[in-house]
């Protein structure tokens, strides 16, 4: 990205959050681009936080910052002439973002908030079931940054692998060889999203953060039938066919009763057999070396 006058543009990224699943995976592909040189990144860090994955030879900037009411003098501080902010803080988090956004208020150099999201594309029916209330935490972070008019960018996903085929509550159970089946969901393809390209398209991201600024992306690797699934599980295992097992409606309605991952994986389900996932277009993520999906499940269970 060049300016009027030839000169590159390098992109200030705030990170908060590193020590989660997706931060984890974000961090290492950040320090990657600022050694090269295409960003610059700042880390954002509560008081007191363990710093001992970042080497003081990384050369990287680091701010405290202060999610609580109090702290609203620091984090303007913290935030100060940073293009972008991503937050990739955990369940116990999310709220505290609001703290953040007020300190974003007003800035000049921000062009957009990537907000800890990283869910689905939920439609305004599947929220109203009681098992997915604390997604509407979400939701209310989405209206204060509007009500702040601070710019948003929204990432969602697929299904992130690791909680897809890693335990068996999924019903679709890599290591087990099993494969559940909810509607049509055989014939219908489920999308999927790697923890590690995730962390790889986010940092991507920053290098050009007005691109996405006031947007919802997505972002997933694989997009596959059931059918699919189950002949790459087949060849995994050696001509030995996945056992098929049926979700039922009955399950699917006490499921969504149930708050939190119980209600998720039911939701999911759902989609899936019905093929209800929302917008498609992802943007274009350079450099990323995509495998099949036989060849990542490999990978994964090896």
């Not at 931060?23 to 990657?32: A, D, K, M, R």
């Not at 691109?211 to 295992?237: H, K, M, P």
């Not at 996932?277 to 943007?283: H, K, M």
């Amino acid at each position: 990205m060049s300016s009027s006058s030839s000169s590159i543009i390098i992109s200030k990224v705030g990170f908060l959050g590193f020590t989660g699943k997706v931060g984890s995976s974000v961090l290492p592909n950040l320090i990657e681009l600022n050694k090269q040189n295409k960003i610059k990144l700042i880390l954002l860090h509560r008081q007191g936080s363990d710093l001992s994955k970042i080497a003081e030879t990384e050369n990287i900037e680091k701010r405290i910052i202060k999610l609580d009411e109090n702290g609203l003098e620091i984090n303007k501080k913290a935030i100060e002439n940073l293009d972008i902010v991503v937050s990739t803080v955990g369940t116990t988090g999310f709220r505290a973002q609001i703290h953040l956004i007020d300190s974003l208020e007003n800035s000049k150099s921000l062009k957009t908030f990537i907000h800890s999201d990283f869910g689905t594309n939920w439609t305004e029916d599947e929220l109203q079931a009681p098992g997915l209330k604390m997604i509407k935490i979400k939701e209310d972070i989405v209206d204060y940054a509007k009500s702040k008019k601070v710019p948003l960018t929204s990432i969602r996903v697929g299904v992130l692998d690791e909680f897809f085929y890693k335990y068996p509550a999924s019903g679709t159970y890599l290591p087990g060889n099993t494969v559940q089946v909810f509607r049509n969901s055989l014939k219908n393809k489920i999308r999927v999203t790697s923890i590690p390209f995730l962390g790889y398209a986010i940092a991507q991201l920053t290098i050009n953060p007005i691109s996405i600024a006031n947007q919802i992306t997505q972002l997933y690797d694989f997009n596959v039938s059931g059918e699919e699934i189950i002949q790459a599980w087949t060849n995994i295992q050696n001509g030995i066919k996945p056992e098929i097992t049926y979700y039922t409606e009955d399950q699917y309605q006490k499921d969504l009763q149930v708050i939190g991952g119980f209600a998720i994986i039911a939701a999911v389900r759902a989609k899936w057999g019905d093929d209800n996932w929302g917008p498609s277009d992802q943007p274009k993520i350079d450099g990323w070396k995509l495998k099949t999906f036989e060849q990542h499940c490999r990978n994964f269970i090896q």
